[in-house]
């Protein structure tokens, strides 16, 4: 499922909601969080896990390219909200694909 905000922008051929940069998300994000933000540009999902590391994932289901920002997490498994594909933020494993990652910090 696309984000509501996505929907209704591609459906009025309008441009997407622009996102805030990961340094300005990351200073009020709760730990346990998937929230959408922008990394130099490009769309990515900041995740925070439960002990607070922080890590940015390509927002790029390997699936089919949905949004993973739209998901959740499960302990430390990034789950797309699509079709339940699990994303580790700390490595980008997720099954036979990767997914571009890399770690923030810790808040």
Do not use: K
Not at 61 to 68: A, E, I, K, R, T
């Amino acid at each position: 499922m696309i984000a509501t905000s996505a929907a209704i922008a591609e459906l009025c051929d309008l441009a997407p909601p622009a996102r805030p940069a990961v340094a300005e998300v990351l200073a009020r994000v709760q730990p346990g969080s998937v929230v959408a933000a922008s990394d130099g540009g490009r769309p990515v999902a900041l995740v925070v896990l439960a002990d607070r590391r922080a890590f940015v994932v390509d927002d790029r289901c390997p699936h089919d390219g949905g949004p993973l920002s739209d998901g959740f997490l499960d302990g430390d498994q990034l789950v797309c909200a699509r079709h339940g594909w699990e994303v580790d933020p700390c490595t980008g494993a997720c099954g036979r694909r990767q997914v571009a990652t890399r770690a923030v910090g810790v808040i």
